[in-house]
């Protein structure tokens, strides 16, 4: 999709969005992301500050100066298409913090979706060509030299990526000796994001992927991923797979209900009558039988 395109449709996303996107506060280095002219000669400065960290030059540029890594058989290989969804999210305390001790360095901010600022140190790498998007490619093969950046981000991402164990490498690889990553990835949380959702990950999962070549400061659970935001999610989404009588029930019932023996529930219409595509993006386990075939 066109960058131009996207630039209306971002307009209209934040003329309508009941999402709060957090914007860092403005200073010379901070452009609004409606600021498409402005952002263009920004990026021109910063594409020009990356070029010595480019591990090679097979990229073009589109419209607006964005260097494009994501050929064909990229985007083939990692099952990269076209979309008409938005992400957007704002940078929590722990990510502006960074921001503003690396203001001289360079942030990558790996699968960075729409940002509502435009940030002279952040470089903001993605698979959709958004405005505020400096640089087009996937997080399996990072184009950049090994210890490039001062700090990283991967926030809400993992989880969308075909083989995150070879992204957590690439992203450990472009990292400066003593550089920061800041990674968050979901736990309880439904189906959902683009270009798929693959892994949801443990506290130990996400150490695992890290802690062979990283030295783990701490971990924690940030405010927006407490267990209540999961909690509302599963109802919210359970009840949208529900009509009439049966929704209006199901929105009615005392939470003690649902303690039951989930065996005993199974006849009952709001578990019997939710549609396969919810149980897939509610499911407790999802299960799969293959064969292997002979190829000779």
């Not at 959709?128 to 090994?146: C, H, Q, S, W």
């Not at 979901?186 to 798929?196: A, D, E, I, K």
């Not at 443990?202 to 927006?224: M, P, R, W």
């Amino acid at each position: 999709m066109k960058t131009s395109h996207w630039l209306s449709k971002i307009k209209d996303f934040f003329s309508r969005s009941c999402h709060e996107i957090v914007s860092l506060p403005k200073s010379e280095s901070s452009v609004s992301v409606l600021d498409s002219g402005t952002i263009f000669e920004a990026r021109k400065k910063k594409i020009n500050r990356l070029i010595s960290i480019l591990e090679n030059d097979c990229f073009d540029r589109n419209e607006y100066g964005m260097l494009n890594f994501l050929s064909a058989e990229k985007r083939e290989k990692f099952s990269v298409f076209e979309t008409e969804n938005i992400s957007a999210h704002g940078y929590d305390s722990h990510a502006r913090k960074i921001i503003e001790d690396f203001k001289d360095g360079l942030i990558l901010d790996c699968g960075c979706g729409l940002r509502s600022n435009y940030l002279e140190n952040v470089v903001n790498y993605e698979i959709v060509p958004y405005i505020t998007t400096d640089i087009l490619g996937v997080a399996e093969e990072l184009p950049f030299k090994n210890n490039s950046f001062d700090a990283i981000f991967s926030l809400n991402v993992l989880e969308h990526v075909k083989d995150p164990f070879q992204s957590a490498k690439e992203i450990t690889r472009v990292l400066k000796r003593g550089g920061i990553l800041y990674c968050v990835v979901p736990f309880l949380q439904p189906v959902h994001g683009y270009p798929s959702h693959y892994y949801n990950m443990t506290a130990a999962g996400l150490k695992n992927l890290f802690e062979e070549k990283l030295k783990i400061k701490k971990q924690f659970v940030y405010k927006s991923g407490l267990p209540i935001h999961g909690l509302r999610w599963f109802l919210e989404s359970w009840a949208e797979g529900l009509d009439g009588k049966t929704k209006e029930s199901f929105l009615n019932m005392p939470v003690k209900e649902f303690l039951k023996d989930p065996y005993s529930q199974l006849n009952y219409d709001y578990v019997s009558k939710l549609s396969d595509k919810k149980n897939f993006e509610l499911a407790c386990t999802t299960s799969l039988i293959a064969v292997k075939e002979d190829k000779t």
